[in-house]
């Protein structure tokens, strides 16, 4: 990643939370990823220098992009689930270790790291209830990028005023609560001087927080989206993340707790 003053602290990289479990759909986001990187490999690979409005340049080329896989793998099951997806990427589809990184029962250390230094934060489950990792990229600072249906699309992802999901954060407080975990996440996570933004727990958040996408070809053409606009419309990237934060303390442990105390007041 190359830009001439570091104002800019996150890497093109894209990040995908999840355990290795078959429902996650990884090698829907190997597959998209793939389609991504060969379909713009023209712009990627053009090293042409972009000059932002803030008047600093910035540029990254394909070798510079990177899909990285990190979650838990409970049993021989999982690994040999992840020999499948380092065939389907290096053998099939011809990607190069450079661009695809597994990281396996990482530590919460590294974790956070990753939060803090990715753009995109990934999601491909089809009809997830709700998606915790969803909270947590966008508590962390992070694009997210999910899957058009499920608890995402209903509850979680606004895609702003074109917007064809029903989300209502507010509407659905009392069914999920962000945990220890999470709530670390939200504290430390990924916040750095490009990303700032002011929020507040249980603040009614209106337009985009994310993404939506379903198949490969919406996948890889919403990553190449955010991949471009991250570094060059900087204020409508800083608006979604700044919606996105607010949205994630929706679901914070001390909200939770702000609303059964007013559900419990009504029968006291």
């Not at 209502?168 to 490009?194: A, L, Q, T």
């Not at 994630?248 to 909200?255: D, G, R």
Request: hydrophobic share 35%; net charge negative; glycine share 8%.
């Amino acid at each position: 990643m190359i830009n001439d003053n570091n104002k800019i602290k996150r890497m093109p990289y894209i990040l995908s939370v999840g355990q290795f479990r078959p429902e996650k759909d990884h090698a829907l986001q190997i597959k998209a990823f793939a389609k991504c990187l060969q379909k713009f490999k023209q712009d990627f690979d053009n090293n042409t220098t972009i000059t932002t409005k803030n008047n600093y340049q910035q540029y990254f080329t394909i070798k510079d992009i990177k899909l990285i896989l990190l979650g838990g793998c409970r049993n021989q099951e999982d690994f040999e689930r992840i020999n499948y997806l380092k065939d389907l990427a290096f053998n099939k589809l011809n990607l190069k270790s450079e661009n695809l990184e597994f990281l396996m029962n990482a530590s919460f250390k590294e974790l956070l790291n990753q939060f803090g230094k990715c753009c995109i934060g990934l999601h491909t489950m089809w009809n997830e209830h709700f998606g915790i990792c969803i909270v947590e990229y966008m508590a962390s600072g992070l694009i997210t990028l999910a899957h058009n249906s499920g608890g995402p699309k209903m509850d979680i992802i606004n895609i702003g005023n074109d917007n064809n999901n029903h989300c209502n954060v507010n509407n659905n407080i009392g069914d999920h609560v962000i945990n220890n975990r999470e709530e670390s996440v939200i504290v430390g996570g990924g916040k750095d001087k490009d990303d700032e933004g002011s929020v507040s727990v249980g603040e009614s958040v209106g337009g985009r927080n994310g993404f939506l996408a379903e198949s490969e070809e919406e996948y890889a053409d919403k990553m190449y989206e955010i991949l471009k606009k991250y570094y060059v419309e900087r204020e409508e990237m800083r608006e979604i993340q700044e919606n996105a934060r607010r949205s994630a303390l929706q679901y914070s442990e001390e909200n939770f707790v702000k609303k059964v105390q007013e559900c419990l007041e009504h029968l006291l």
